[in-house]
């Protein structure tokens, strides 16, 4: 009865000691709104030195987020691009100021759209084979994925017969 007791005040105290946190604090503690799905690369050839990174950005809560960055030990440099329209001529350009997720909404990055790049590949990307990525959120922190690699020339996982099921697999926690 008294452990029962005990159990009940200290979970009381907590929810009471919450409001009382910054609202940066609370959010984080929130647990990780964002969930990231259907991440995938496309294989290259041993001459390639760059690659793209593409997935799905859902933000389920109440707050906006922004992605601001990424890490890839695969490559010596990743950075988030777009591609834009100048002149009649598509370009690729680094995109400044990291991309806007807003509460209750979807970011998808795709070819020919925003994505990640990965320049100066170590080593080539493989089909069916996974790259670890970081993904750095602006309040979220960073966030671990797997993206799997499909094959050249693949337009994304609903083109390639892997399921979502398959890519949940490659999730990794923070």
Known sequence: MIEVLVKNILALAIVLVSF???????????????????????????SQ????????????GMHSDKLIGV???IANHSSLHQMIHENGVMKMRAIKGGIKVSANSEVILSPGQKHIMLMGLKKRLKENS?????????????????????????????HSGISEMEHKKHMIKK
């Open 130 to 158: 996974n790259i670890p990525l970081t993904l750095i959120f602006e309040k979220s922190g960073k966030i671990n994925v797997l993206a799997i690699v499909l094959p050249a020339g693949s337009r994304g996982p609903d």
């Open 49 to 60: 030195k760059t690659g793209a990174v593409f997935l799905k950005i859902k933000n389920v």
């Open 71 to 73: 890490e890839a030990d």
């Open 20 to 46: 009382l946190l910054p609202a940066k604090i609370v959010y984080a503690d929130q647990g990780n709104l964002l969930k990231i799905n259907e991440s995938w690369s496309r294989a290259t050839t041993s």
